[in-house]
């Protein structure tokens, strides 16, 4: 195992399984983040898809509807006063970057800083010593 991912000195069992939850519950913010992030961009599509939307229903001659579509939800906030730009923002630097700056603190206190030890010794005990495709690190 590289020095990168050991178990620094006195770092008992329950202290690396903590922080390696600690990582895997970050992990599925990254994953959350990803989904604002798609839904920033779907929603900022249909929104410019709703100026096609009038023009045809204009042309149609259905002048009543396209007026509802401009005037009710072209460029409406999705939340509150927000458009999603805003709540990938607020969620950017409030909640995302707590969690983030909490997770490395946990680390640089408890194991050095060190990340993923949990995940490196359960790949020391899952590989087979030896077999080609098996290796500890890329340069071994």
Request: hydrophobic share 35%; charged share 35%.
């Amino acid at each position: 195992m590289d020095a990168e991912h050991s178990r620094p000195a006195g770092v008992d069992d329950t202290t690396v399984e903590a922080l390696g939850e600690l990582s895997e519950a970050l992990e599925t913010v990254h994953r959350a983040r990803g989904h604002l992030y798609s839904a920033h961009q779907l929603v900022g599509g249909a929104d410019l898809t709703l100026d096609r939307v009038v023009r045809l229903l204009r042309e149609a001659g259905h002048d009543d509807i396209a007026d509802r579509v401009e005037h009710e939800l072209l460029g409406r906030n999705v939340l509150p006063g927000r458009w999603t730009f805003q709540i990938v923002e607020e969620f950017d630097d409030g909640y995302y970057t707590a969690f983030q700056d909490i997770e490395r603190d946990a680390r640089k206190r408890l194991a050095d800083g060190r990340r993923h030890i949990y995940e490196a010794e359960m790949k020391q005990r899952r590989r087979t010593h030896g077999m080609p495709g098996h290796e500890a690190t890329p340069g071994a």
